[in-house]
């Protein structure tokens, strides 16, 4: 069972920052596209941001300049750096890796911005 560990969710003020972390095996990381994604209540699933194994990034509209992902492939550990977060950005948020048509989640951190 291979196992995406995300962590760094919490309380934050609108205007505030978070940085989120997953974690994944080596095997899995090294040869996968890895991405975030978020849930809010009662929303569908939707695309934070995601970078390929050869660095190449796509972010979601809502995110754009506000949110970096990185990946750190000698620490197996994919980021998402959050700045000046919006209410609207309270949602689950999960890691995934993707390999061909093979996909792994995260069971999700649940980051909370206030008003």
């Known amino acids: 069972q291979v196992q995406l560990v995300e962590s760094g969710g919490g309380l934050v003020q609108a205007g505030g920052s978070l940085r989120l972390s997953c974690a994944a095996p080596?095997?899995?990381?090294?040869?996968?596209?890895m991405g975030w994604y978020r849930q809010a209540p009662g929303k569908q699933r939707e695309l934070v941001a995601t970078?390929?194994?050869?660095?190449?990034?796509n972010y979601g509209n809502s995110v754009k300049g506000r949110f970096t992902i990185s990946r750190d492939d000698a620490k197996n550990t994919l980021y998402l750096q959050m700045n000046s977060l919006k209410p609207g950005d309270t949602a689950v948020y999960y890691c995934n890796a993707e390999r061909g048509f093979a996909s792994w989640w995260g069971p999700g951190t649940r980051v909370t911005v206030s008003s």
């Open positions: 970078i390929n194994i050869g660095g190449y990034i």
């Open positions: 080596a095997s899995i990381f090294s040869s996968s596209a």
